[in-house]
């Protein structure tokens, strides 16, 4: 299915300037490609396993001095791919990593394929399928929330869980199978369907933090909405802790969404500041940015929906209240500070049921309610201190679900008796779709589209 027997090489450092950058080689060529581009200053012939050796690289044909460089070898099958592996770490200037990166290519190595280190990982059996999907969301966590959620899953949790639930589906699997083979003497009788029950709940369990954990690894969407002026971009600015949108007291600054993520008591959430909405409008860019709130409110998971706590309700925030429906939403009444009495009092029929947080973002005011009502509505309880590993990708929520229909499945066919080689065929259904989860049935288009969407260098 995939090559294991050649050299790949990358930069597995960030593009861009940095201190240090570092060119990773994988592969039975490793070692003898990294031996012609560097010379130790101590004299030496072999490189010692796991130590740092410094040195520098240079050209191996003209012998042009490239850059100073340590380099680590960790031999096979003691390194991240269990192959022959070398780092190169170097000055992080993208001229020299390229440079280094064109020696290691000329001398036989592979430019490595996106996510290919990983899965080298994956094929030689260190690391199974969801752990190396971990990989991908330690890389790509925005809160620490997220990234616990996602070093349970590297650490093997979710693996392990998945794992125990197959080995007792297979084990039922076997007993089916050797039934419709050998006569009902030779086979003692076993219930089957208590132990699907309990299968059912385990994997109901299972499936019950999926929520939960999507929420910690993909974030959620919220949409900053409102008419022109009423303290949006204030808004954004404040919950951001910093100045990203631009304020005016003149009504239409913003034209255009601005998206920005913040971490709210763990979650990623990105926050979409959108331009003011007013029911009509002759400014053809103004008009635009209307069209672009809209459809940003209509694809946030949650609307926050801001008002003018210093003036009446008109009649665009009654259009606008019309645009939410039955999404999530908090209204937010902004500009308390002008307020002569203590509260603003909202028309009864002005979006009834839900929530009203009353704030001044010009003084700070009522946000870190505002913070806890945006968490209130997205999750009821924290479960990141849990020793449950979170199921927080969207393809394992999925297996899980038709894993347990297909237990349903085996459970009503057995109790109506139908034949084993048939209840089997539910059975086996659920064995292979946890088989995707963890990667012992998988198929090459899977992978594919798994470690596409890696780094090159991961």
């Not at 998206?259 to 053809?284: Q, S, Y």
């Not at 209240?321 to 039955?326: D, F, G, S």
């Amino acid at each position: 299915m995939y090559s294991l027997d050649d050299t790949i090489s990358a930069i597995a450092t960030s593009i861009g300037k940095s201190g240090v950058g570092i060119i990773k080689l994988s592969g039975p060529k490793a070692y003898t490609i990294t031996q012609q581009i560097f010379e130790p200053y101590k004299n030496i012939n072999l490189f010692k396993p796991y130590h740092l050796h410094y040195g520098k690289i240079h050209d191996p044909e003209s012998n042009d001095f490239i850059d100073e460089a340590l380099v680590v070898y960790m031999p096979k099958p003691h390194s991240y791919t269990c192959q022959d592996v070398i780092e190169i770490q170097a000055h992080g200037s993208p001229v020299v990593l390229q440079t280094i990166l064109a020696l290691t290519l000329q001398l036989g190595a592979r430019l490595a394929e996106a996510g290919e280190m990983t899965l080298r990982a994956f094929l030689n059996g260190r690391l199974d399928l969801t752990q190396a999907e971990a990989v991908i969301d330690v890389i790509d966590a925005k809160t620490e929330a997220s990234l616990r959620v996602a070093t349970k899953q590297l650490e093997g949790g979710l693996s392990k869980q998945v794992g125990d639930i197959r080995q007792n589906l297979v084990d039922i699997l076997a007993f089916l199978e050797a039934s419709i083979d050998f006569v009902e003497d030779e086979i003692p009788h076993q219930d089957i369907i208590l132990p699907l029950i309990k299968i059912k709940v385990d994997l109901e369990n299972l499936l019950s933090t999926a929520d939960h954990g999507l929420i910690y690894r993909q974030g959620v969407h919220i949409a900053i909405v409102g008419r022109p002026n009423v303290g949006k971009s204030s808004l954004l600015n404040t919950l951001l802790r910093g100045n990203r949108a631009i304020v005016s007291s003149i009504p239409g600054t913003t034209r255009d969404t601005i998206e920005e993520t913040v971490n709210i008591e763990g979650i990623p959430i990105v926050l979409v500041d959108t331009a003011g909405i007013r029911t009509k409008t002759t400014n053809e860019v103004e008009r635009i940015g209307i069209e672009r709130s809209q459809k940003a409110l209509e694809q946030a998971d949650i609307a926050l929906i801001v008002i003018d706590g210093s003036q009446k309700l008109c009649d665009t925030d009654w259009a606008i209240a019309k645009l939410i429906r039955n999404k999530p939403s908090l209204l937010v009444i902004n500009k308390t500070d002008l307020l002569s009495n203590d509260k603003f009092n909202v028309d009864s029929h002005f979006l009834p049921d839900i929530p009203n947080i009353y704030i001044s973002a010009l003084k700070n005011n009522g946000i870190l309610k505002l913070e806890k009502e945006i968490t209130q509505l997205i999750i009821e309880d924290s479960i990141t201190t849990s020793d449950i590993p979170l199921v927080s990708n969207p393809r394992h929520k999925n297996l899980l679900q038709q894993t347990i229909h297909a237990i349903e499945m085996a459970i009503i066919a057995q109790r109506q008796n139908i034949p084993s080689d048939l209840v089997s065929i539910d059975i086996r259904m659920a064995v292979n779709s946890l088989g995707e989860i963890t990667g012992e049935t998988i198929t090459e288009g899977l992978l594919d589209t798994i470690f596409s969407k890696f780094c090159i260098g991961k």
